[in-house]
């Protein structure tokens, strides 16, 4: 398994296609259930532009996309409407001490999918360890946020060694979100 980053449009249209394959209105009760779900699709040229700011970690067996961990700078938080409430909510959160808002070297990780064949197998672990290694001279960590209810997620994340900030209800979906922080130096 190769642990890389983002590279060319092709990667982007691999990133675009196991997304599709992971959005819950796609996906059985069952499988919500059991393997996570995803929320958020990504508008290509978007998705495109995000990897020119800073390329996202993407785990590559040959030609396949095996799974891909995005890297979302915060100066895309208007491109993604549905996620502005989040980046808005950040701004008043602190981590180890400091304002959100006050602190620059952070990003959202914007997405994670690991693809079904690859599941188990360590591809999760890899990408989040390939992102500290790639990220790790412009940013001191990363914020995202899991659904309650997407238990293997929440799992791999707290094994990846993320912690959490904050959790809250969202009124409108009516999912409570974890919102949960990876340091890179430790
Ligand atoms: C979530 C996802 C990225 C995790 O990658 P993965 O390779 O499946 O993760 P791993 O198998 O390494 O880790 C899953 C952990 O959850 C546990 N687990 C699996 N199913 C579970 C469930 N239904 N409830 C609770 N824990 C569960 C596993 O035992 C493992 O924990 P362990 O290492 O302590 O044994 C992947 O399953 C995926 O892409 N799912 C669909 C999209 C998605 O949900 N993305 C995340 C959005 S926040």
């Avoid at 929320?39 to 040959?62: F, Q, W």
């Avoid at 690859?118 to 591809?123: K, L, T």
């Avoid at 293997?152 to 959790?167: C, D, I, K, V």
Wanted: aromatic share 10%.
């Amino acid at each position: 398994m190769l642990f890389t980053t983002v590279s060319n449009s092709d990667e982007i249209r691999q990133i675009l296609a196991l997304q599709a394959q992971n959005i819950s209105n796609v996906l059985s009760a069952e499988a919500i259930e059991s393997q996570g779900f995803l929320t958020v699709r990504h508008d290509p040229d978007v998705l495109r532009r995000m990897n020119e700011a800073y390329p996202s970690v993407i785990a590559k067996d040959g030609e396949i996309l095996a799974g891909y961990a995005l890297v979302m700078p915060r100066e895309f938080a208007s491109d993604i409407p549905v996620l502005l409430p989040l980046f808005e909510m950040l701004e008043h959160l602190s981590w180890r001490g400091k304002l959100l808002r006050d602190t620059p070297r952070w990003f959202v990780m914007g997405q994670v999918c690991v693809a079904a064949g690859y599941r188990g197998q360590g591809v999760f672990d890899g990408m989040y360890m390939k992102m500290k290694e790639s990220c790790r001279a412009d940013y001191d960590f990363t914020v995202t946020e899991v659904a309650e209810r997407n238990k293997r997620s929440l799992r791999a994340h707290e094994r990846a060694g993320f912690q959490t900030l904050h959790t809250y209800p969202d009124d409108l979906t009516g999912e409570v979100w974890r919102v949960i922080v990876l340091d890179f130096d430790r």
